[in-house]
């Protein structure tokens, strides 16, 4: 089984204007480990995973799940 972590750090990045750069120096990581984030290349930690949360200010649910997020303006059963 694999365990893939989906999010949509980049998708609230560009809703806030928030380059990788200014992202990674708010969160004290490196602006590439916020691509390798955002491409699914690299789980966070639960630590840094709650800190993305808190940075957009939104729960942890609505940046990380375990299933495909819906694509926006997709219909849900």
Same mark, same amino acid.
């Given at each position: 089984?694999?365990?893939?972590?989906?999010?949509?750090?980049?998708?609230?990045?560009? #809703? @806030? %204007?928030?380059?990788?750069?200014? $992202?990674?120096? *708010? =969160?004290?990581?490196?602006?590439?480990?916020?691509?390798?984030? #955002? @491409? %699914?290349?690299?789980?966070?930690? $639960?630590?840094? *995973? =709650?800190?993305?949360?808190?940075?957009?200010?939104?729960?942890? #649910?609505?940046?990380?799940?375990?299933?495909?997020?819906?694509?926006?303006?997709?219909?849900?059963?």
């Amino acid at each position: 089984m694999s365990e893939i972590v989906y999010n949509r750090i980049a998708l609230l990045r560009a #809703e @806030r %204007g928030v380059t990788r750069r200014q $992202l990674a120096d *708010a =969160l004290g990581v490196h602006y590439q480990t916020v691509g390798y984030l #955002e @491409r %699914g290349e690299y789980s966070p930690s $639960l630590y840094l *995973a =709650l800190r993305i949360a808190a940075h957009f200010e939104v729960p942890v #649910e609505v940046v990380f799940s375990t299933t495909p997020f819906p694509r926006i303006g997709e219909r849900t059963a």
